[in-house]
T-cell receptor, first 115, second 112 residues
C-alpha cells in the first residue's frame, strides 16, 4: 500500500471548518483513500473513503485532487468532540485477498478543536 | 446491535502467564482482525480472519494465537506473556474483505 504523509498536528476554532491534508504521491490506480479517527483511548472510527471522486457523508467530506496525489478531509463545523487523531490510509481493496483488508496506520494528525 | 465488544477492559499479567482476550461482534461480519497499539505509534496488525475456520498472520504475530470457530467470536491468546506485549489491543470487524472496519473499545494489557 502507498505511504501517506500528514502534518503532526493542527487546530481550529469550534464551529469552523477543519481541513485536514494528506499526501499520498505514490498512490496507484486501484488504491482507495480512507480516513479513520481515534478519540482519546477509544477504538478507531471509520469516517469516509474514496477512490477519485469527492465524497460526502454525514460526518465529513473527502476531496481528492485530480492527480490523486493528495486529499483533504473536511469537517464542516468542528466541535470539541472532534478533537482526535485522524489517520489517512491508502489501501488496495480486493475481495480476493484478506491481507489487503489490513489497515496500515501511521501516526496520523492530531486535531485540537478550541472553544 | 452491540457492535464489536471486547473483554476484559483492563488486565495485568505476570511474565509467563497466559490469557485469552475475547472479541465478539453481532453484525454477522465475515472479516475480523486484531491490532495492537503502543504509545506514540499507530496500530499494527497481529492476526486476521476472513471467515469461520480461516485465520492468517499479520505483521506482528509472534507470541499470539487465534482461532475462529464461529462467525461471531475471534479470541486472541497470549501463550506466555512478556513485558513487550504490554499494549492496548483492538479487535475489528467488517462485512467482508475490503469493507470499512469497525473497532471495539480495546483491552489495556500490562505485563509485569
Amino acid at each position: 500500500d502507498a505511504k501517506t504523509t500528514q502534518p503532526p498536528s493542527m487546530d481550529c476554532a469550534e464551529g469552523r471548518a477543519a481541513n485536514l491534508p494528506c499526501n499520498h504521491s505514490t498512490i496507484s490506480g486501484n488504491e482507495y483513500v480512507y480516513w479513520y479517527r481515534q478519540i482519546h483511548s477509544q477504538g478507531p472510527q471509520y469516517i469516509i473513503h474514496g477512490l477519485k471522486n469527492n465524497e460526502t457523508n454525514e460526518m465529513a467530506s473527502l476531496i481528492i485532487t485530480e492527480d490523486r496525489k493528495s486529499s483533504t478531509l473536511i469537517l464542516p463545523h468542528a466541535t470539541l468532540r472532534d478533537t482526535a487523531v485522524y489517520y489517512c490510509i491508502v489501501r488496495t481493496v480486493s475481495p480476493y485477498t484478506g491481507a489487503n483488508s489490513k489497515l496500515t496506520f501511521g501516526k496520523g494528525i492530531t486535531l485540537s478543536v478550541r472553544p | 446491535n452491540a457492535g464489536v465488544t471486547q473483554t476484559p477492559k483492563f488486565q495485568v499479567l505476570k511474565t509467563g502467564q497466559s490469557m485469552t482476550l475475547q472479541c465478539a461482534q453481532d453484525m454477522n461480519h465475515e472479516y475480523m482482525s486484531w491490532y495492537r497499539q503502543d504509545p506514540g505509534m499507530g496500530l499494527r496488525l497481529i492476526h486476521y480472519s476472513v471467515g469461520a475456520g480461516i485465520t492468517d498472520q499479520g505483521e506482528v504475530p509472534n507470541g499470539y494465537n487465534v482461532s475462529r470457530s464461529t462467525t461471531e467470536d475471534f479470541p486472541l491468546r497470549l501463550l506466555s506473556a512478556a513485558p513487550s506485549q504490554t499494549s492496548v489491543y483492538f479487535c475489528a470487524s467488517s462485512y467482508a474483505t475490503g469493507y470499512e472496519q469497525y473497532f471495539g473499545p480495546g483491552t489495556r494489557l500490562t505485563v509485569t
